[in-house]
């Protein structure tokens, strides 16, 4: 999976303005990837079949701390014009981790009080 060989690139740094994976710079431009907690927002955002599958095993490769994901989450939602949709899709990703015993029930209990 890309995914998987992705995470396990030594050759890419991490920069901490914005948590940027810097993998190639030039002159005037790099190249970068996102970093776990923002390619699972972005998955959750648009929220395909696939983002589904995505979003899931990046999750599942236990890099992710849920809390923080969740404040992250909630941050970025809040700049998108219909934020409460947003959040209501990442109630739906939650709804999944804690089926997969990937989150605990307080996690999706703290889910729904922070809307």
Request: charged letters at 25%; aromatic letters at 10%.
């Amino acid at each position: 999976m890309e995914t998987e060989s992705l995470l396990q690139t030594s050759s890419i740094r991490r920069c901490r303005k914005g948590d940027i994976f810097y993998i190639k710079e030039w002159r005037h431009i790099y190249l970068g990837a996102l970093n776990l907690l923002d390619l699972i927002i972005t998955k959750v955002f648009r929220g395909t079949s696939v983002d589904v599958d995505d979003r899931i095993a990046v999750f599942q490769t236990g890099q992710v701390d849920p809390q923080q994901l969740l404040t992250r989450y909630v941050e970025t939602a809040g700049y998108d014009p219909n934020p409460q949709e947003k959040t209501d899709n990442f109630r739906m990703f939650a709804d999944q981790l804690a089926s997969m015993g990937l989150v605990n029930a307080e996690f999706v209990e703290q889910l729904r009080s922070s809307q």
